[in-house]
């Protein structure tokens, strides 16, 4: 990531929710979390790597606080907030476009290579977020399932 912004600038420093996904406090990102409203009523952040190599590892395009249809704007708008966040590139959107291929089994072998490769990238992603040994228990091979478990035992929070 880039260097971090100076406080004035750190709008979120304020936010007092934490990241659905990995249970961290938003204010202390280094970089904008971001937005992804539950409804047009409820709004909702994240913190955007998580969230893109969530949903890349795991090919679910679904909004993590209400389960409702990500859109591919929804997709895009993460991809571009990734990269203009220096967090490099999960290709999300080629993962949406490509998942009812894929999870039809009428992908090409190129479409199945390709998202092959970028769901593993997104998986060591994620395991290396949780590396810290308070985080993630030992033994623990798959952080996708790691957290959709976590994510489930803390509800109502």
Same mark, same amino acid.
């Given at each position: ?27 202390d990102l280094p970089y904008e979390p971001f937005s992804l409203p539950a409804s047009e009523k409820v709004g909702a ?5 998580? %969230?893109? &190599?969530?949903? !890349?590892? *795991? ?9 409702? +249809?990500?859109?591919?704007? /929804? ?11 220096? %967090?490099? &590139?999960?290709? !999300?959107? *080629? ?9 039809? +089994?009428?992908?090409?072998? /190129? ?29 623990v091979a798959d952080v996708g399932e790691f957290l959709r478990g976590r994510r489930g035992s803390n509800r109502g929070?």
């Amino acid at each position: 990531a880039g260097p971090r912004p100076p406080p004035a600038d750190r709008w979120w420093a304020t936010l007092e929710d934490d990241d659905m996904i990995s249970l961290e406090p938003l204010c202390d990102l280094p970089y904008e979390p971001f937005s992804l409203p539950a409804s047009e009523k409820v709004g909702a952040y994240f913190d955007g790597k998580v %969230l893109a &190599h969530y949903l !890349v590892s *795991t090919l679910t395009f679904l909004h993590p606080a209400n389960r409702r +249809e990500l859109t591919r704007a /929804e997709c895009v708008a993460l991809d571009e907030h990734t990269l203009r966040n220096g %967090l490099g &590139h999960a290709d !999300v959107t *080629t993962c949406f476009d490509s998942r009812e291929d894929i999870l039809a +089994e009428r992908a090409t072998d /190129e479409q199945r290579r390709q998202v092959a490769r970028m769901q593993g990238e997104a998986q060591a992603i994620l395991n290396s977020l949780y590396s810290v040994p308070h985080e993630a228990p030992s033994g623990v091979a798959d952080v996708g399932e790691f957290l959709r478990g976590r994510r489930g035992s803390n509800r109502g929070r």
